[in-house]
């Protein structure tokens, strides 16, 4: 029950959806090395994507311009 009050369990899980989402939605990629993961876009440090996101898990300007453009070219 601890864990269910617990402000950043809740935005690490925010966080994860959110960047599970940026997959799925084929917004983004990881390029993979034998030594460590790269992520390829945005190059927004606070994206959903990013390894050094900053403050609160939410969607960036970067993220939001993805998003523009896929549902741009869905509807094109």
């Not at 601890?2 to 917004?27: I, Q, V």
């Not at 992520?39 to 939001?64: C, H, Q, W, Y």
């Amino acid at each position: 029950m601890e864990l269910l009050n617990n402000h950043e369990f809740h935005n690490e899980l925010r966080y994860a959806a959110l960047h599970e989402f940026g997959h799925a939605a084929g917004l983004y990629h990881e390029n993979w090395t034998p030594s460590y993961a790269r992520r390829v876009t945005p190059l927004d440090n606070s994206s959903i994507m990013s390894f050094f996101r900053i403050g609160k898990a939410k969607l960036s300007e970067g993220d939001i311009q993805a998003l523009r453009c896929l549902l741009h070219r869905e509807l094109s």
